[in-house]
């Protein structure tokens, strides 16, 4: 095989038919931004119901020492605790719970307000003021009186927190832009892949006379196709990298320069989110371009 001839033809192919291949670019930005922007939101919403809870639970926070709750004498005891426990665990309206130490919250507090705030010889909190917590998740939202009225007044038991009428807005517009993403995403996927297979038989057509003698002399129909999977390669690469930029730039721009410093209170997402999605539009930019390649160079190429 003459890689020569292949990447002669490759060079020839992008020059011929650059405006259609500019559009096949801009299309994959495009789509492919939304993609990735939709994979960021899915993460964003994960990560605030990580830290307040979901539309579905509700926290019961149980005593720590010191606590200011007129109901809290003493730290819970690992009796109450178990007491506590079975109760949650009995009771029809709970579909799962989990317990969060004093270190887990601490945890979760020193990543959305930072280190520094917890750093020193005199840190503004420390594990000792973070209580123990049970993270419920309900089986119906709309069922609740019966477990919070069964932690309620039990030994231990600091208050039960109900956030859901607070969280449920912004889980839903998250979740809201995310579906507009990726919708708006699916839309400009398919004209892509429309914008594709006219790029492809363009291109066969111009090249019906060399792929004719190529069959003629006995060329594979690998070889004869190359050149269009690696256009369709190319065109994959730049839309992926103009992407990954543009999703780079939202986290650093919108989210680290931004929102981070004036919306403390929201767990924002970060870089590690960022590398998530740019994996998730580096896999579906080459399969976009270079599936329907494969399928229609067979269709185009018999000459």
């Given at each position: 095989m003459q890689l020569r001839y292949v990447f002669s033809e490759l060079g020839q192919g992008l020059r011929r038919n650059l405006t259609m291949h500019l559009a096949v670019v801009l299309t994959l930005f495009v789509s492919l931004t939304l993609v990735g922007v939709g994979v960021m939101f899915n993460q964003q919403a994960a990560k605030a119901a990580e830290q307040?809870?979901?539309?579905?639970?509700i926290t019961v926070y149980l005593c720590r020492s010191n606590d200011p709750t007129p109901v809290c004498p003493n730290d819970v005891t690992d009796a109450q605790k178990a007491e506590i426990a079975t109760v949650v665990e009995e009771n029809p309206e709970v579909a799962t719970y989990r317990f969060e130490s004093s270190q887990q919250a601490l945890d979760k507090a020193r990543e959305l307000y930072g280190a520094e705030l917890f750093a020193g010889d005199n840190p503004a909190i420390t594990v000792d003021d973070m209580p123990q917590s049970i993270w419920i998740t309900l089986e119906d939202p709309e069922k609740y009186e019966g477990i919070t009225s069964a932690v309620q007044g039990?030994?231990?038991?600091?208050?039960?927190r109900d956030m859901r009428d607070q969280i449920a807005p912004i889980l839903w517009m998250m979740k809201a832009m995310q579906s507009v993403?990726?919708?708006?995403?699916a839309f400009l996927v398919f004209a892509a892949l429309l914008?594709?297979?006219?790029?492809i038989r363009l291109a066969a057509f111009a090249r019906r006379k060399e792929i004719g003698i190529m069959r003629w002399i006995g060329a594979s129909t690998l070889y004869i196709a190359l050149p269009f999977l690696l256009e369709a390669l190319v065109t994959a690469i730049v839309g992926v990298l103009l992407a990954g930029g543009t999703l780079a730039g939202f986290v650093y721009f919108g989210i680290e320069r931004l929102s981070a410093n004036q919306l403390k209170f929201i767990p924002w997402i970060g870089w590690s989110e960022f590398w998530m999605a740019f994996a998730s539009v580096a896999v579906l930019g080459p399969l976009l371009t270079l599936l329907p390649t494969l399928v229609l160079t067979r269709k185009y190429l018999k000459v």
């Open positions: 307040w809870g979901n539309e579905l639970q039990l030994d231990g038991v600091a208050k039960v993403a990726l919708g708006t995403a914008l594709v297979a006219n790029t």
